[in-house]
């Protein structure tokens, strides 16, 4: 342990991907570990979306922290939120306690940006962790049961009309899998409703979905969605949110009670009680070793950290995140035995989106692929990366019922009317 | 359908053990009917207990009801709050929209009595439905959260406190379970806690557990709660509840951060225009046909509805509930041939609780039973009952899971704090 005569302290605030991965590495290096999450859980960010269709339940994408850390003694969970940082006294402040560190990493991802637009943050849905997810599944079902109740034409139409801002992999992934459950589910379910009636539209405000990837793929995906019948609409740029529609630049008007909002992201920092450099979307600028510079004890990594000079496009996919976290781990290892951080460098592994049943994009280096074998390779590569055997079996179950019977998860709505006051 | 001109109306309220019962009979007898409900799924009430200790996933203990009733097109459902019923003008209101029916099933069983014990309603929880028993898991894994990070000894000796008040079936089975949850997870999970700090403390007003079975079965489930380490306190009126303690009518104080009651049941009958005669308990009375005298084709079964001299002791199990909706609908589907109802005959199979691994109580006929075949046949005969082959598959698995390893499902507390605002 160096030349301290004390062991040092680590501590990691957010258990994504980046944090749990982080965590691990120090503790199998013999690091006594400190990781805070405001969760008891650590979620898998990429599959949140069948969560809220229904097709997976809330305990297959979640994972208890603390039978994460089970075998690892050396990692010690705290459940909290955290107020604020100072990085020069080295205190992380929570619920009027302070925690030292020596060393601290920053994972604590993304939140969501509504950019500014009236109404968008009061009456649109989001989908960025699991009680958002299922909040969105209890919501989608109970505009289902409001529509089956009602006999007014158009109410009923608002109610059957879901939007989808974004159209980024998770306004597709979320359009696609949510055209499937309308369809499966009023056909089975709502004898009552018109299928037809239920539109699912995916608002983008360029000209191209997926713009993350080359074009064709995203060309490919606009395609594939409106054949499934999504309403795909580009240059759709929102200007107003409000509880019955959602109105865009162009003068238009969408009549709707659902509006799912996917479209921004900025970095989710705690509050820090210095001043520190950020880019674009408020990540926070670090140096190729993933410490910010003025703070050299201090990695943040995953989407909320913004790599300088790296010459590399990041995409905020769980790869980065886990390597980056890696890398800020081993740092702190090798600064503790008294070597210097090294770079972080960047293994791309690709990247893949599903777009709907039998369709996806994917790119592996150079080469891109859609269709049956990227929409196979993403079901393989997620459920691979699933923690948990157990989890791992629920979810193949649940896609193959999904698959076959045309559902996974059971269609209800939890609402939290009946609840009693302590909660 | 008898000499009227068109078909009539008939209309259930409540999708419990009652009115799924009473749904399915009138639908297999060619009736059409509509089944009004606040959720849109069914709850098996026996096993809550287990969702709320971790043992079971949600999903498990609740069905979806349109998908209970796919194959009973006769059954129409809708999902809404009552508010209020016309028995004179044969209405029902909800949401300012009301429905006519010719007969009516009233199936809304019971809900908490607080006795007007001054804060047990602000500062307990409640077991009732799906949302608390999901609410109350989050708790008890929030407190243990909570003691983890806190220094504090008194307060985390009240953090982990677990008080339960009332020692009915209810009351046993989830001290019993309750007890195995903290051993597991905090010997597992938990390392800086000393589980012998870990306390269940079952209150119970009067000298004896399950006063509704045989006196010994309620000494054999003391004395096991006991042998488990859970604590029993008898003669112990709660006379306060505050945030932070349980006050006794003896002056006797236990601070506690967790108050779960169990112990008084009210009828949940909707509100009626008209005053009706009720019992005991504010059920309503009905003749041994079912039917409120006053309004015939009004029944009222389940845990509500108080038979009038019908000389048998009803408990609220779900065989009784389960077996008068049957009887109603029956009774519903004479009358619609011109026949006159018939007496409620309850066929008594029996009842059996089930007090910790290995332990339960249970009586048939003039048999009583304690032990490991009370216990298993508990778990045989509500495994039995679950709807839904799939629930039944998963919850076995789970069961098994808990036996062999101390923990069924995941111990995750999904709190609100991060949900948006639109839920």
Known sequence: MGASERARRVAIVGAGFAGVEAAKTLAKNGVDVLLIDRHNYHTFIPMLYQVATAVLYP????????RLFRNFPQVRFVQTEVEKIDFERQIIHHK???INYDYLVIATGTQTSYFGVPGAQEYSLSMRTLPEAIALRNWIFSKFEEAAKTIDIEKRQRL?????????????ELAGALKELLDSTLRKDYLCLNPKQARVILLQSGEDLLTSYPQHLGKYAARFLRNCGVKVNFNSKVCKVTQEAVHLEDGNTLFTNTVIWTAGVLAATPIIRQSIETADREKVIVKPTLQISQYPNVYAVGDLSYVESQGQDFNGVAQEAIQQGRTAANNIVRELIGKSPQKFAYYNKGRLAIVGRHGGVGKIGKFTFTGFLAWWMWLYVHLFYLPGIRNRMGVLFNWLKCYFEGEGASRIAINNTTCNNKD
Not at 162 to 168: K, M, R, S
């Open 160 to 172: 059957l009309t879901f939007v989808i801002v974004g159209g980024g992999p998770t306004g597709v």
């Open 96 to 98: 009027g306690v302070g």
């Open 59 to 66: 305990h297959q994408v979640v994972y208890p922290l603390r």
